[in-house]
Each structure stands twice: as C-alpha cells, then as structure tokens.
C-alpha cells in the first residue's frame, strides 16, 4: 500500500495520484517517461512539470482537467488567456448554456446598434463590454461542457469508440 503524504498542502497533481491510490513508483511505471524523483519535485513544486508530462498524466491517470488546470495556472500565456474552468454536473452546465444565450439573444439588438457603424463611441462602450463578459460566460461554459464530455470519456461512461465514429461522421 502507498505512503500517504501528510502534507497538508499537496497540489493538484499530488492530490490526484493519491486519489488513484498509486505510490510515486507505481505512477512512475503507469506513466512510462516520468521516473519517481521527477514526479516528486513536481509534486513538492520544486519544479513545474513540462506540458508533455501534463498531457501524460492526464491520459494515463484518467483525468483530462490536469490540462486545463496547467495551462489556466502554471502556463505564461495560459494564465493571461485561458480560464480555469471547474467540473460541474451536465444539468448545471446545460443551465448555465442556456441562461447566457438567452441573455445574449436579449442584448442581440443592442450589440448590432452598437457596431453597425464600425465605432464604439462613449456612450456604448459600458453595453459592449456587458455583451463580451457575456459571451466569455458562453465560451467557459462550452469548455466547461468539453471537459465534462472528456472525464465521462476517460471514465468509460461514454462509449468512445461511439463518439468518435459520431465525431467523424458529423466532420464529413
């Protein structure tokens, strides 16, 4: 059985081999190309983990949001432009879909007032902003939608061979 780390500040990454009840070996040999000590000081923070042994883990661990985690908080141009998006259940996700394009469906008129002429001028640049922090809500909700499809994926709750013979005959 693995050691258990009691540090009570354990990152993402940490947190997630142990939830999978694996040693640092065990991960180690699960993850092919990442030996023990380097799991170790990416786990400590003595070292951030390089991109490719992110995608690694969240392949071979099973949990696609290491990504997103990765490139909203340790990437440099992540943290500027990609949101952290958290897991939430698929009726909240539809919800929150719903209610953001119905809300934009609203401000619809207003956004075509706004640009016809090509100029935002003063007196609509408090109304524009309003509509684009609407529709960052629609794109984090539809990442947050991707990710929830990815964890079902990798959990084996979606038949994958299935969706992605949908996902190409959809493409053609």
């Known amino acids: 059985m693995p050691r258990i780390s009691?540090?009570?500040?354990?990152?993402?990454?940490?947190?997630?081999?142990?939830?999978?009840?694996l040693s640092r070996e065990k991960a180690s040999e699960l993850l092919e190309t990442i030996p023990p000590e380097r799991i170790e000081r990416i786990e400590s923070g003595k070292f951030t983990a390089h991109p490719d042994e992110v995608m690694r883990m969240a392949d071979k661990y099973g949990t696609p949001q290491l990504c997103n985690y990765y490139c909203a908080n340790e990437c440099?141009?992540?943290?500027?432009?990609?949101?952290?998006?958290?897991?939430?259940?698929?009726?909240?996700?539809?919800?929150?879909m719903l209610s953001s394009l119905n809300s934009v469906k609203r401000r619809q008129e207003r956004l075509i007032e706004i640009t016809a002429d090509g100029v935002i001028d003063a007196g609509e640049v408090e109304d524009f902003i309003?509509?684009?922090?609407?529709?960052?809500?629609?794109?984090?909700?539809?990442?947050?939608?991707?990710?929830?499809?990815?964890?079902?994926?990798?959990?084996?709750?979606?038949?994958?061979?299935?969706?992605?013979?949908?996902?190409q005959r959809l493409k053609n």
Not at 13 to 20: N, P
Not at 90 to 95: A, D, E, G, K, Q
Not at 138 to 163: N, P, R
């Open 6 to 21: 009691t540090k009570s500040q354990k990152n993402i990454y940490q947190q997630t081999r142990e939830e999978l009840g």
């Open 76 to 96: 440099e141009i992540g943290r500027t432009y990609v949101p952290e998006i958290k897991v939430k259940d698929l009726t909240r996700i539809v919800l929150e």
């Open 130 to 167: 309003l509509i684009q922090e609407e529709l960052e809500r629609i794109s984090v909700t539809v990442e947050t939608l991707q990710l929830w499809a990815e964890q079902k994926l990798a959990a084996g709750e979606i038949d994958a061979e299935a969706y992605e013979a949908a996902r």
